[in-house]
Structure formats: C-alpha cells, structure tokens
C-alpha cells in the first residue's frame, strides 16, 4: 500500500481572522492536557482501524498548532511513530504564526521533531496586516522567517494577494522582500469572500471591494514570475517551491493518497474494509473532546466514496498540479478509466483552446486552464 499522510487539527486561535472560514475557535483558557489526551486517544484509535502502514507526514494544522506546547507535539510524533512506520525522511511540519511569543517555542518544537514549518505571514504590509485581523506586525514576521531559517531544515509561508486596492507593483515588492528571507517554498492564496466570514457581512455591505478578474489574473502571473527569480516553481496552482521543497503532505491530497484526519472537524480519506471511505470528526471541540473520552474517537461521519465520486475528486484534485494526471494511478485509486471521467466533447474543446495538454505522461492543465481551473473543471468532469 502506499504511504500514509496524517493530519492532525489543533482548533484554537487568539483571534478570529475575518477572511477565515476554517474550523477555527477562540477560547479564554485552553485545557491544553485534556485536548492533548483527546488528540493521543482518537489517533490511537485511528492506528488500530487503519493498521501498521508506513507513514510519510505528519501535519498540525488548524486553528494555530503554534499554541500547542511542545511537550503535546512530541507525545504525538512519538505516538504515530510507534502505531505507524515511518519513511526515511519523515516530514514533520508545524503551522505557525509570527508573533513573538509563539516563535519562542520554536526550539521545542525542533527539539520535538518537526522539520518543516509554515508560517502564516499573510503580508508583509502592516496595514494590509491590520486589515486581514492579523496579530502580528510586519516586523514580527520578519523576525519569525529569520528564526525559522536558522533553526528548521525546511520553511514554507503563506501569503494573501488581490487584496482591495492592492497594485501589482506592491504586490512584486511584499514578494521579493518575503522570498529573499526564505526562498524555499511559498503558499500564495488569492482572497476570497468566504460565505459566514466577517468580510462577508462587510462586502455585503459595500465596504470591501477585492481586484477583478483581471488584475487578480495579473497578480497571479507576477507571482510565478516573481517565485522564478528565486528558483521556485508553481507545483500546485496555489504553491511554489523550489526542487525538492514541495510538501509531501499536501502531495498526497492532490494525488488522492491516503490520508488520515484526527482532531476537531478533520476530513480523512482513509480505507475501511478494503473500500476508500470519507471522514470527519466533530467539529466543536468541547464537542469532540467528549465524543473521544467517551468513545475512543470523535468521528461525525464515515461514508463510502463510490467509485463515480472518487474519480471526480481526483480529477479535482489531480488537475491542481503541474504534473497533472496520471491515466494508470488514477485508475488504479479510483477504480474508474480516467476517460470514462471526462465529458469528451468538453475535455476535447478545452485541449483545442490550449486549456489542457493530453500526452503520452497524462492530462494536465496548462497556465491558461490553472487561471480558469474552477470552470474548466465544471465543464470536463462527468
């Protein structure tokens, strides 16, 4: 079987960002020794349905795993190398944000075994900083990229562009001053208006008003650009890296791997009883936190992923990367002919326009089709 991805979700947040609407909470006081008992519990429990498989990264996502303490992220790195085998070469990567406080643990954290961590920069503008609900200033997270340079092998961050009002001039300048501290690997996410955010109601009522099509289109190119002078590429519509910097974490996802989910509201696609089945936990953490001292786990849900569905979510994903879509493997984990997935006068439409390339290493998107991705997916998916 190929490896196995683990994710493991930590809720909490000092605040909550306006643009976010992931599952994220703020909380007063946080029972760090109940939820790092939850945590240890339901992943234990998630290793004996999933049995021994070789591991290939561990993920603390949420939320801000930073306000974990290192002691919990060492008991589960030990935790889920003795229910899994990890590969040489384990990924181990921490999400964090650049406040000075949070950056003291770094050491912890390193000693604890992560190797990689990204940090949640978002901007290097300190208005554009104070406007995405950012706690940290531009200096901050100056010194957080520097720190995390000198005391981790591998760093990522992530930054947010088509901000109201933004030029692309800014835009080339926020990316230089970042990739010159830390030239490895780059998350660059276009904002959106997400449904029940606080930007939300503010757009709602006329107060935000992000870049249009085209000058977010603009963006996006000078991104790629910009990466390139560094020595990354785009690997992902929405990452870069340079060779051998990609995640493997999130690899995985896009290729459809196995991955397992632990903690409030993580998603798994994991196998149960030799078919792929789709997982959530409960997304309260209080919630959840009872659900697994009770149980043993905190899963809301656990559904089989028919064959029709899994080879949408593949092509979904699969077309994200540059390398595209491999005929053999997406078969092989989808148990659906990658041509059986395609609308074909639609798939043959969009290679015609130059949107996708279909060759001899498989299908894939070309630049033109990643800027367009949502409706040339919507259109070729069966």
């Not at 306000?67 to 999400?95: C, H, K, N, S, Y």
């Not at 997935?341 to 639609?346: D, F, I, K, V, Y």
Request: one cysteine or more; glycine letters at 8%; hydrophobic letters at 45%.
């Amino acid at each position: 079987m190929e490896p196995l991805a683990l994710y493991i979700h930590w809720p909490f947040c000092l605040a909550k960002c306006p643009y976010c609407d992931f599952n994220s909470h703020v909380r007063e006081a946080i029972d760090q020794p109940r939820f790092a008992a939850a945590l240890r519990r339901e992943l234990a429990d998630e290793a004996g349905r999933l049995g021994r498989r070789r591991l290939t990264s561990i993920f603390f996502g949420g939320g801000t795993p930073s306000l974990m303490t290192p002691a919990t992220v060492g008991a589960l790195i030990d935790d889920a190398a003795r229910w899994f085998d990890p590969v040489p070469g384990l990924e181990i990567t921490l999400e964090a944000n650049p406040s000075s406080v949070e950056a003291e643990n770094f050491a912890g954290y390193r000693a604890a075994g992560v190797n990689r961590v990204s940090l949640g920069v978002q901007s290097l503008d300190d208005t554009a900083l104070r406007f995405l609900g950012r706690l940290h200033s531009a200096a901050e997270a100056v010194a957080a990229l520097a720190l995390a340079r000198r005391m981790f092998p591998r760093i990522s961050f992530d930054l947010i562009y088509a901000r109201p009002d933004q030029t692309e001039a800014a835009w080339r300048a926020e990316l230089r001053a970042a990739l010159a501290l830390a030239a490895d690997h780059l998350s660059a996410y276009q904002l959106t208006i997400e449904p029940g955010t606080g930007f939300a109601l503010r757009a709602a009522r006329g107060e935000i008003r992000v870049p249009d099509a085209d000058a977010a289109a603009a963006l996006y190119a000078a991104t790629a650009e910009e990466a390139g002078r560094y020595g990354l590429s785009a690997y992902e519509i929405s990452n870069y890296a340079a060779a051998g910097a990609e995640s493997r974490h999130n690899l995985a996802g896009w290729r459809y791997q196995d991955y397992a989910g632990i903690g409030p509201g993580a998603h798994g696609r994991v196998p149960r009883d030799g078919r792929p089945y789709a997982t959530r936990r409960h997304r309260a953490p209080e919630a959840w936190a009872a659900r697994v001292e009770r149980e043993g786990h905190g899963t809301a849900e656990a559904t089989p992923i028919p064959p029709r569905d899994a080879a949408r979510e593949a092509l979904l994903m699969g077309l994200r990367l540059a390398e595209g879509i491999d005929p053999a493997r997406f078969a092989a984990r989808t148990g659906v002919a990658l041509d059986a997935a395609l609308e074909p006068g639609m798939t043959a439409a969009a290679i015609a326009e130059g949107y996708l390339i279909r060759d001899g290493a498989g299908l894939r998107a070309t630049e033109a089709g990643r800027l367009r991705l949502d409706a040339l997916l919507g259109a070729i998916a069966r």
